[in-house]
């Protein structure tokens, strides 16, 4: 029986389990459509800016932490859509489907036991699959908080 490296199992769980919060795929799953769009009084963000929010930063980190060819999207306006909601459902679901598979694509760089997570990657200036990892899972955590907390009020809740 293979032994999994207690390292990659810690931040294979940061990434894709509910731990210490709800996890990515739980929060998502059947958020209300009717409240995709809305923003709730005095707050930032809506569900959708959240959501496209989290996309476009977690492929981000995936595409650079993958491939020197990358190019980072200009911060902040790329990092951001342009509507407060989604142009559809369709949208909204395939943001949600890219959203999960980026991340299944992170938990499968990291688990990969050939890369080094501490090797610093050689397009970069510093950074290490650690710690784009940890980038990862902490930006989520960050945004998806947001995200319950503003379901939560339009809901009424």
């Known amino acids: 029986m293979k032994k ?10 940061l990434l894709t389990k509910a731990e210490a919060h709800i996890d990515l795929r739980e929060a998502l799953k059947g958020f209300p459509s009717k409240l995709r769009g809305r923003k709730p009084e005095g707050g930032p963000h809506t569900p959708w800016q959240l959501l496209e929010h989290i996309r476009i930063a977690q492929w981000d980190i995936l595409e ?6 990358h190019k980072s999207p200009k911060w902040p306006d790329e990092y951001w859509p342009k509507t407060e909601a989604p142009p559809s459902d369709k949208a909204w679901d395939k943001s949600v489907k890219q959203v999960l598979a980026d991340l299944d694509a ?20 510093g950074q290490t699959l650690l710690r784009e990892a940890l980038l990862v899972a902490d930006h989520n955590a960050y945004h998806l908080g947001q995200l319950v907390m503003v379901r939560r009020i339009l809901e009424g809740k």
């Open 4 to 13: 999994t490296d207690p390292i990659r199992q810690h931040i294979s769980n």
């Open 106 to 125: 992170m938990h499968k760089l990291i688990a990969d036991p050939h890369r080094d997570l501490t090797a610093k990657i050689p397009h970069g200036d």
């Open 64 to 69: 650079f932490s993958r491939s020197a060819k």
